[in-house]
């Protein structure tokens, strides 16, 4: 059914390929089955696996790796990556399961976005107050005063 949890880190899925366990991969070409089997080792129920609209993409990247690996299963849908690659695209990342189990957006991927640091909130003010022409800003070194009062 599954490889065996003391593989080695840098194990390579496709030279774990067996012919007899491809019985069992070709179980999930069957997209329903291939969602009743993820919502369980997942925990979460199909609609909740439809809602992520990474059913299509991560049903094809199983498909590709013809192998029934239960760990590689939940990785995926966690993460949003088979284990050992890269996220088949920004979105599948985005949409990992991770994030819906802490409650929480992925970093970069929603509103406000990119720059948003740079402006004020809507209806609250900046945290630095602009600074008038040919003053230096918060945070920039300022040319040291005169000490004392004979100027040096």
């Known amino acids: 059914m599954s490889l065996s949890d003391d593989r080695p880190a840098d194990y390579d899925l496709a030279d774990c390929w ?18 009743r089997v993820c919502a369980e080792l997942t925990g979460f129920d199909v609609p909740e696996l439809r809602a992520t609209g990474m059913v299509d993409e991560h049903h094809r990247t199983v498909l590709a790796h013809r192998v029934r690996d239960e760990h590689a299963l939940v990785h995926l849908w966690y993460v949003g990556a088979w284990p050992g690659e890269a996220p088949s695209s920004t979105r599948a990342h985005d949409q990992g399961l991770v994030w819906r ?48 009062g004979d100027g040096r």
């Open 101 to 148: 189990t802490f409650r929480a957006t992925p970093p970069g991927a929603a509103a406000p976005g990119h720059g948003s640091w740079a402006e004020a909130p809507p209806g609250g003010t900046p945290a630095i107050e602009p600074s008038p022409a040919g003053t230096p800003r918060a945070g920039t070194p300022r040319p040291e005063a005169p000490r004392g």
């Open 18 to 35: 067996d012919p007899v366990e491809a019985d069992e991969a070709d179980e999930l070409a069957d997209p329903d089955e291939f969602l």
